[in-house]
Nanobody, 123 residues
C-alpha cells in the first residue's frame, strides 16, 4: 500500500516556475512507477509526466515537453515535478499517482492517487 501527498501548488504569473512534490509512505515506493496528471475544470484528467521506478525512463505529454521535468528521490520517498515557463493553460489540479511495474500514459492504470494540489497561472 502506498499513500501519496502532494504539495507545492500555488498561484504564479505566466513565465514563472513551480516545483511540485509528492511524498509517499510505504516501503514499496521504490518499486513503483510514478506519474503526474492534471485536471482542469470541465476537462478530463490528462497525463503530464511519468517516471520509472529507478528514474531511468521518463515520459512527457507534448504540451509540457521541454518545460516540465519529472524526477524522484527514492531515499526520500518523493517524486517531483519541476514546472518552468508556466502558461495559463497549465492551470489545473495536479495529481500524483503510482503504479506497479512500468510507466503508463493512462490514468486508469495507476493504483494509488494523492489528493491533488492546485496550480493557477495568471496571464
Amino acid at each position: 500500500q502506498v499513500q501519496l501527498v502532494e504539495s507545492g501548488g500555488g498561484v504564479v504569473q505566466a513565465g514563472e516556475s513551480l516545483r511540485l512534490s509528492c511524498a509517499a509512505s510505504g516501503r514499496t515506493f521504490s518499486k513503483h512507477a510514478m506519474g503526474w496528471f492534471r485536471q482542469a475544470p470541465g476537462r478530463e484528467r490528462e497525463f503530464v509526466a511519468a517516471i520509472s521506478w529507478n528514474g531511468g525512463t521518463t515520459h512527457y505529454a507534448d504540451s509540457v515537453k521541454g518545460r516540465f521535468t519529472i524526477s524522484r528521490d527514492n531515499a526520500r520517498n518523493t517524486v517531483y515535478l519541476q514546472m518552468d515557463s508556466l502558461k495559463p493553460s497549465d492551470t489545473a489540479v495536479y495529481y500524483c499517482a503510482g503504479k506497479s511495474y512500468s510507466t503508463s500514459y493512462y490514468h486508469y492504470d495507476y493504483e494509488y492517487w494523492g489528493q491533488g494540489t492546485q496550480v493557477t497561472v495568471s496571464s
